[in-house]
């Protein structure tokens, strides 16, 4: 995939284990985002193909590929000023059509989705009055009330405090669905992701499962950080304890 001047991304392959959730890493300006919208086909790549299933993404026809493949956007803004239940009921467009007003189906569609991310009960509450946080699970809310059997991420746990982040994660974690997800934070990919692709530069530099992937090379070669890992044996959990920016070395001085 190319950009204006250079690669944005260039030799990237990425399979996503169906059931299980995958997460994109890297510094920023790596190709994360870029990746994730050819993942979901709203970018198209200049060489090489995206499969669902056996299909390839393109010949998937716009409906069915809706049915199947949700999207959760970095960005929580939003046009127009609508109530929360007409923000979830958008995920619900892929199954009644736009003009088709919703049925019963669709409503406990939308209300299962909104109890999953905490926000029973709010669904007569205004856009504007919400938090960068409440914004964030409505969204979520939105994807899952979609019903996907894939379902592609792009920082979900931005504006979202500690709590909710891992509340969110251990939900997708749950789901059973094929999740793509991009992080920054280290510690919430070490502990809910089951493998996972770090992208330096807009190539693949590391993928795997976690435990291999989240080494302390990796992790000061692309990140620039020192960290001790830990776990990752014997069904424990990996943990990423991050000590401080890696030592670069100090160019040499020229003196006349």
């Given at each position: ?66 049915r ?7 960005s ?68 899952l ?8 991420l792009?920082?979900?746990t ?23 997800v991009v ?8 502990r ?21 992937v ?43």
């Amino acid at each position: 995939m190319r950009g204006r001047a250079a690669p944005v991304l260039d030799g990237v392959s990425l399979t996503a284990t169906p059931g299980q959730v995958t997460g994109l890493l890297g510094p920023n300006g790596s190709g994360k985002s870029t990746l994730l919208h050819v993942l979901a086909g709203t970018l198209a790549p200049q060489h090489g193909r995206v499969l669902l299933g056996d299909h390839p993404l393109a010949d998937v026809p716009r409906r069915e590929r809706a049915r199947t493949l949700a999207v959760m956007e970095q960005s929580s803004d939003a046009d127009t000023d609508l109530a929360v239940a007409d923000v979830v009921a958008l995920g619900r467009l892929p199954h009644r059509g736009r003009l088709t007003p919703p049925g019963p189906d669709d409503d406990a569609a939308c209300d299962r989705a909104l109890a999953a991310v905490g926000m029973s009960g709010t669904q007569h509450r205004r856009w504007r009055t919400l938090s960068g946080g409440e914004r964030q699970r409505v969204h979520a809310a939105r994807a899952l009330a979609q019903e996907p059997a894939v379902l592609l991420l792009d920082e979900p746990t931005n504006h979202l405090d500690v709590q909710h982040q891992h509340e969110l994660l251990a939900l997708l974690r749950g789901t059973g669905l094929t999740v793509v997800v991009v992080l920054h934070d280290l510690a919430l990919a070490a502990r809910y992701c089951d493998r996972l692709t770090v992208l330096h530069e807009g190539r693949v530099h590391a993928a795997g499962t976690t435990r291999d992937v989240l080494t302390p090379g990796t992790l000061r070669t692309v990140f620039g950080v020192e960290a001790a890992v830990t776990g990752g044996e014997d069904g424990e959990g990996v943990r990423v304890e991050v000590l401080g920016a890696a030592h670069r070395p100090t160019p040499p001085t020229v003196t006349p």
